[in-house]
């Protein structure tokens, strides 16, 4: 059973970087697709991005031109870096596979507020 660590999330102003971590206890694509999925507070879970093995991205109209998605593969490891934040991005940040899922991880936390 994959494993799925997140880390990096924050408190961060509007307008502020950061920049989340995705560790596998497996090779990154061995669930195929990957991407991250946030959910705010009395919302539902969406995907903001995702990474398919050719290197192909895709992002949501919400993060497209802010947030950039990519993976170090030796270190099983994606990324998320995260630009020009506002405050709707305020949320529980998740990976996963998209087509196909490990159990969920405990998620980041990332708080935009000035």
């Known amino acids: 059973q994959v494993q799925l660590v997140e880390s990096g999330g924050g408190l961060v102003q509007p307008g502020g970087s950061l920049r989340l971590s995705c560790t596998s206890s497996?090779?990154?694509?061995?669930?195929?697709?990957m991407g991250w999925y946030r959910q705010a507070p009395g919302k539902q879970r969406e995907v903001v991005a995702s990474?398919?093995?050719?290197?192909?991205?895709d992002y949501a109209a919400s993060v497209s031109g802010r947030f950039a998605i990519s993976t170090d593969n030796a270190a099983n490891t994606m990324f998320l870096q995260m630009n020009s934040l506002k405050a709707e991005d305020t949320a529980v940040y998740y990976c996963?596979?998209?087509?196909?899922?490990?159990?969920w991880g405990p998620g980041t936390q990332v708080t935009v507020s000035s």
């Open positions: 996963n596979g998209v087509t196909r899922r490990a159990r």
């Open positions: 497996d090779n990154i694509f061995s669930l195929g697709t």
């Open positions: 990474l398919n093995i050719a290197g192909a991205a």
